[in-house]
Structure formats: structure tokens, C-alpha cells
């Protein structure tokens, strides 16, 4: 059906591009789209049952440039089941499964995903890097970015610090900062036709030379943003050359210290997936610091004096004790990794930090952040709420409590719309609430009956 609706001037770039190959392309386009799923390594060392459990449910099958990644059919709906709140995976297009494996970011390093929403390539990243290193993931647009932030704390991802802000003010504040950076580019979409009727509407060669502009755009402040040494992983779901080849042509002319490692092409003719394009650039290890008359590095002090400082940080720690002194009752072999506490209002955050990034007060001045790293509690007066992230992070033997609801029961769903559960009379606080296993959130146990402290916008509907 989608061929019929195909714009002329794409069919005839696609014929120019693929020669006598497009017949077998044009021909993939009476197939059905591909529908993917990819593992969360941060769940499923602890849940090897419950893997093998989604395996024979889906009836799943690999991805083969992936090794956590699985196709599943059409008429499936892993998207409703339990463990899909649990984070034990995510739902993703074969294809854009390449691109982060091409990447290949490593624990402990300081990585970038520059367009990140939905999240994607991020909870990708996170699963490679295992909480181990840094990792900010932006989105510019500030409704996208909040879904991104959802997708990371159902992730469980703890090392992330979700922004909303434009590439060349992170270019600012964070010039030749980040070991890795994905830049998964807003593009024409020509690989999603199959997926996204919305992208065939919208597709015009005039569109397609106004993507490549923006693209260029933002693959100059990637680059800033690279360190000597750095690897920078450009991607496109979109088949002409313009957003392409020509795009990394370009970048290659201007500045000499990247060289070209690798492109691949996925092709829907050729693979069990959509359309995807990625490249890997790498800057030299003796590149010079950008020159760039914009950036104001992060070594200025902050307008509070230093007393001011003082007293934000003396604040900042004594909910950290607060918290810990929560810790202390409820969670036992509870660590974090290196960072600060933050407290933003009533919401304690552990801020993580990496060799390359500590978050100078003058590198959070004014930066748009939705997730400041991890978000611990929320404190009310004498009062310490464990936040959903949290919940999400544990270890159910990390806790004091938890409560196991199987994932083929009633009582899970009942868990997912917000009802209240019974436990045994002698639950007293604060209860992990688990699936086989995986946390799902928080309860508070009294009485026999476990108060639902599932997040409100998250509930499916009654
Ligand atoms: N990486 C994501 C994933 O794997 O889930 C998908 C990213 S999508 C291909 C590109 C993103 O770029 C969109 O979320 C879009 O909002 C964002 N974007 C649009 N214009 C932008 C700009 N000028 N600068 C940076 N990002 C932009």
C-alpha cells in the first residue's frame, strides 16, 4: 500500500541512487515493517528466568548486528506487558539497534547522546555501560525530553543526567568534554516510510536540503563537544546521500583532525529491518582545544559568593543524611557511584560526575535539566519519600521489603492501574513491589494492605 503513496521525486532519487537494485528495494515495500525489542543488561543479569520467560512468550527471535536485540511478530504487544514497566527491555526498530553497537561506548567513560528522545540509543548506551562512567542524554524539544526522562527511570539507568537544551549551548559549557557522542540526527525519515506514514507527508526536496542544513548544524557543536581521541557516532533513518554520504564528506573537509572509520547502510531489501545510516568518526588524539569565540568554559565562579555556595552545598548534604538515614532502615548494601547529592526543592538527586565533568555550579547555571542523575527522595518535613527511580534501580534484596507479584497474575495489573494490594499483616513501610523478581515501584505496607505509590501518570487505565 505505502508504495502507491510514495512521493514521485523520492522515487526517482531512490531509482537514481540504487540503479537496477531498486526493483528488489521497491519490491520490500510490500512487506510488512520489522518490530523490535532490545534487552536491558542493567535487569537481565539478575533475571535470567524472566528473559528466557519473554523469549518463549514473544517467541522471539535475534537480531543478528545485535546481540541483545529480537525481532518479534506483528500481532505481539510486548509493549503491555509487565516487564516492559519493569525495563527489562525496550521497544525498538531493528535498524536503529546498529548504530550505539557501532559506537561501542565502554563503562566508565563520558558520553553524549545530543538527540535523544524517545530514548533509543540511550538506554542502549546504558545497558553497554552498566552504571559505570557518564552519561548525558538531551533532547531540545521539552515534551520529548520529558518522555525520554520516563524511558530512563523505567530503564533503571542510574549514571544518566537528562537535559532539554539546544547543541550549541551544551557546546558552550561542555567543550571537548565527552569521550563518545551519538548524534542519532533529526532527518527526513525516508527509511520509516514503511513505519511512519507522517514522514511521507511531510517528505519534499526542499525538506531534505532543510534536514541537512540542521544537520550541519549540529554535527559542528558534536564535534566541539568530542575530545581528542573521541569517537562520534552519526546516524540517519533516511536513504539519500545529502543527509549522508555528503554530510560526512563535508565534515571530513572541514576539520581535518576527524577521519573516517566506518559508514553502514542498512537496507530493507537486504536486512530484516528499516532503513538506517551510521557513520564513525574519530577525532586525533593530538587535536587542539576547539577555538571557538562562544565558549565560555566552566571555571568562572558562580554569582552566589562563595558563602552562598557554602551554604547550598551544606544543604545539599544534610538531605543526603536525611536520606541516609532512611538508607540505613530500609536498604542494605545501598552504594552509589561518584557524584553529589543535589537537592532541587523538595527532590534529592544524586548528580553523577565522571573524570571529565564534575558540574561546576557555572556548567548547571541555567541548563534545562529534567533528571539530575538519579533522583533518590522526595523530602517533606521529617518525612523521606523513595522516588520511583529509586524503586526502579534496587535490587529487591537490597530492600527491607518487597512483594512479589507474579507477572501472569491479576495482582500485577492491579499493581499497574494503581489499586491497592494485601500483604501480610506484619509489613510495616516502604515495599519494593516486584514482577518475578524485577522491580516495578514502590508500595507502603500497614495493616495488611500495600498503599499504591506506582506513579500516577504512568497507571494504565482502569
Ligand atoms: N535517538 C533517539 C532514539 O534513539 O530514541 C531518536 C532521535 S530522533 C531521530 C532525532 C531527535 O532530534 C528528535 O527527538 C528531535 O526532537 C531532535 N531534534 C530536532 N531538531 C533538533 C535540533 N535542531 N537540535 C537537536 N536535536 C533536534
Redesign the pocket.
Known amino acids: 500500500m505505502v508504495k502507491h503513496q510514495l512521493p514521485v521525486g523520492f522515487v526517482t532519487s531512490m531509482n537514481d541512487l540504487l540503479g537496477d537494485e531498486s526493483y528488489d528495494f521497491w519490491d520490500s515495500y510490500d512487506d510488512p515493517r520489522t518490530h523490535g525489542l532490545r534487552l536491558n543488561r542493567l535487569k537481565t543479569m539478575e533475571a535470567p528466568e524472566s528473559v528466557q520467560r519473554l523469549i518463549e512468550h514473544f517467541q522471539l527471535s535475534p537480531v543478528s548486528w545485535c546481540d541483545t536485540g529480537y525481532y518479534y511478530d506483528e500481532d505481539k504487544r510486548p509493549g503491555k506487558h509487565p516487564y516492559h514497566a519493569a525495563g527489562l527491555y525496550y521497544i ?1 526498530e531493528p535498524s ?1 539497534m546498529s548504530a550505539v553497537e557501532w559506537l561501542d561506548p565502554r563503562p566508565g567513560e563520558t558520553i553524549l ?10 538506554s542502549h548506551i546504558a545497558s553497554k555501560i552498566l552504571g559505570k562512567g557518564l552519561l548525558v542524554a538531551n ?3 521539552p515534551e ?1 525530553a520529558r518522555i525520554l526522562a520516563e524511558n530512563v527511570e523505567r530503564m533503571g539507568i542510574t549514571n544518566a543526567i537528562v537535559t532539554s537544551s ?2 550549541d549551548d551544551l557546546a558552550r559549557r561542555f567543550p571537548a568534554c565527552f569521550d563518545r557522542i ?1 548524534l ?4 527526513s525519515g525516508e527509511g520509516m516510510f514503511r513505519k511512519d506514514g507522517g514522514a511521507i507527508a511531510e517528505w519534499s526536496p526542499a525538506h531534505v536540503e532543510l534536514c541537512a542544513a ?1 544537520q550541519w ?2 554535527v559542528q557543536e558534536a564535534v566541539t563537544m568530542l575530545k581528542p581521541g573521541g569517537t562520534l557516532a552519526y546516524s540517519t ?1 533516511t536513504f539519500n546521500r545529502a543527509e549522508n554520504e555528503e554530510l560526512i564528506e563535508r565534515i571530513l573537509a572541514h576539520y581535518p583532525e576527524l577521519s573516517l572509520h566506518e559508514t553502514t547502510r542498512l537496507w530493507p531489501h537486504i536486512e530484516r529491518g528499516e532503513g538506517h545510516f551510521v557513520a564513525i568518526l574519530k577525532k586525533q588524539e593530538d587535536a587542539s582545544a576547539p577555538i571557538d569565540s562562544r565558549i565560555e568554559p566552566a571555571v568562572s565562579q558562580p554569582s552566589a559568593g562563595k558563602a552562598g555556595r557554602n551554604s547550598k552545598q551544606s544543604v545539599d548534604r544534610s538531605a543526603m543524611a536525611e536520606f541516609q538515614e532512611w538508607v540505613s532502615q530500609d536498604l542494605s548494601d545501598f552504594e552509589l557511584g561518584p557524584g553529589s547529592p543535589r537537592l532541587f526543592g523538595e527532590e534529592l538527586y544524586w548528580l553523577p560526575s565522571s573524570d571529565q565533568i564534575s558540574w561546576t555550579d557555572q556548567a548547571l547555571k541555567g541548563l534545562k535539566i529534567l533528571r539530575a542523575g538519579l533522583h533518590l527522595a522526595h523530602l517533606k518535613k521529617n518525612r523521606v519519600e523513595p522516588a520511583h527511580a529509586l524503586a526502579m534501580a534496587l535490587h529487591p534484596n537490597q530492600t527491607a521489603r518487597s512483594w512479589d507479584v507474579d507477572s501472569d497474575s491479576q495482582e500485577v495489573l492491579a499493581y499497574l492501574r494503581g489499586e491497592v494490594l494485601s500483604v501480610p499483616a506484619d509489613y510495616r513501610g516502604w515495599t519494593l513491589v516486584t514482577t518475578d523478581g524485577l522491580p516495578l515501584g514502590w508500595g507502603k505496607a500497614s495493616n495488611g494492605q500495600l498503599k499504591n505509590h506506582f506513579p500516577k501518570g504512568l497507571r494504565n487505565p482502569k
Do not use: S, V
Open positions: 525498538q536503529a547522546d545530543l538527540a535523544a528522545a524517545p530514548g533509543g540509543k540511550t533532547e531540545i524539544h520529548r539546544t547543541p551519538m542519532d540526527a533529526p532527518c540542521r548544524d549540529i533513518c
